[in-house]
């Protein structure tokens, strides 16, 4: 069983930064691209940002040149360093991945549970 598990949302002031990570753990064969979605009270869920297992990344214009997004391919694991946070990008962050649980499965896409960012002085 695949299990995302998300951790680093809180309560930050504008202009502050928050550090999000998603690990990916259980009965994983291979990870293949990672993303952020958020999903503000009221909006769709957007994509915030992605990266390729060979680290190629995109990002929303809205966040372009204040977030970043990473990977440790060892780990299983996804960061998204968010900088000079704004209101408007207080939502509930999840993190995706699609991943194959074995050599032998179709590639899926997994959701973690999502945690809170909110920014608000």
């Known amino acids: 069983q695949v299990q995302l598990v998300e951790s680093g949302g809180g309560l930050v002031q504008p202009g502050g930064s928050l550090r999000l990570s998603c690990i990916a753990s259980?009965?994983?064969?291979?990870?293949?691209?990672m993303a952020w979605y958020r999903q503000a009270p009221g909006k769709q869920r957007e994509l915030v940002a992605d990266?390729?297992?060979?680290?190629?990344?995109s990002y929303t214009d809205s966040v372009k040149d204040r977030f970043t997004i990473s990977r440790d391919n060892a780990k299983n694991t996804v960061y998204l360093q968010m900088n000079s946070l704004k209101p408007e990008d207080t939502a509930v962050y999840y993190c995706?991945?699609?991943?194959?649980?074995?050599?032998?499965?179709?590639?899926?896409?997994?959701w973690g549970q999502g945690t809170q960012v909110t920014v608000s002085s």
């Open positions: 259980g009965s994983i064969f291979s990870v293949y691209t």
């Open positions: 990266i390729t297992r060979g680290f190629s990344t």
């Open positions: 995706k991945a699609r991943l194959l649980p074995g050599p032998y499965s179709d590639a899926d896409d997994y």
